[in-house]
């Protein structure tokens, strides 16, 4: 009768010795695919500051939707479509000033080939504060690396962290 337990207690604790191990091992891995997504989002805002329609497709999955989440003038939420097509050919247009959308607060959870994106950011055209808010991106594992094919944001005008925007300055 006591040999079983004994055989248990050394099994239960290799299993959990082995569980340990397994979990001071595993966030290399984690931290390295959630800096490739990061990395994916932040080179669609470079393309967007230098005006680079090419540079941007090549982070968007060809099917990449835009929504933005907000009151429309009567006031009732409801999601808009932008197409992505439109918005890519109005980051390939010279502007003459700078589009910079400022990012911070990123937080990425990843399962298998989806990741999501999730952070603050603060839009501004020049040094021109327009607006804030938040922008979740939906990504899979391509062939090639992560690509974007979801874009969900939130606009407003208010309560907005300019302090953190303008800490995430050419970040």
């Known amino acids: 009768m006591r040999q079983p337990f004994l055989f248990f207690c050394i099994c239960l604790l290799f299993s ?3 569980l340990a191990q397994s979990k001071k091992t595993s966030p290399a891995p984690q931290a390295t695919e959630a ?3 990061e990395q994916a989002v ?3 805002f470079d393309a967007m500051r230098a005006s680079d329609s090419t540079l941007a497709r090549s982070v968007l ?3 990449a939707r835009l929504i933005s989440v907000g009151a429309g003038k009567d006031g009732t939420v409801l999601p808009r479509e932008t197409p992505m097509q439109k918005f890519v050919e109005m980051i390939g247009q010279k ?3 700078v589009l910079d959308e400022r990012i911070w607060d990123v937080k990425v959870a990843i399962d298998g080939d989806l990741a999501t994106l999730w952070c603050q950011y603060a839009f501004y055209v020049g040094d021109t504060f327009s ?6 991106f939906q990504l899979y594992r391509s062939a090639t690396g992560w690509k974007i094919f ?3 944001d939130t606009r407003r005008k208010e309560g907005c962290d300019l302090k953190a925007a303008q ?3 050419g970040k």
Do not use: R, Y
């Not at 607006?131 to 979740?136: I, K, L, R």
């Open 16 to 18: 959990t010795s082995t």
């Open 35 to 37: 800096k490739a997504v």
């Open 42 to 44: 932040v080179k669609f």
């Open 61 to 63: 999955a060809p099917n």
């Open 95 to 97: 502007h003459p000033q």
């Open 131 to 136: 607006h804030c808010g938040v922008d979740a």
């Open 150 to 152: 979801s874009i969900a």
């Open 167 to 169: 800490a995430a300055k």
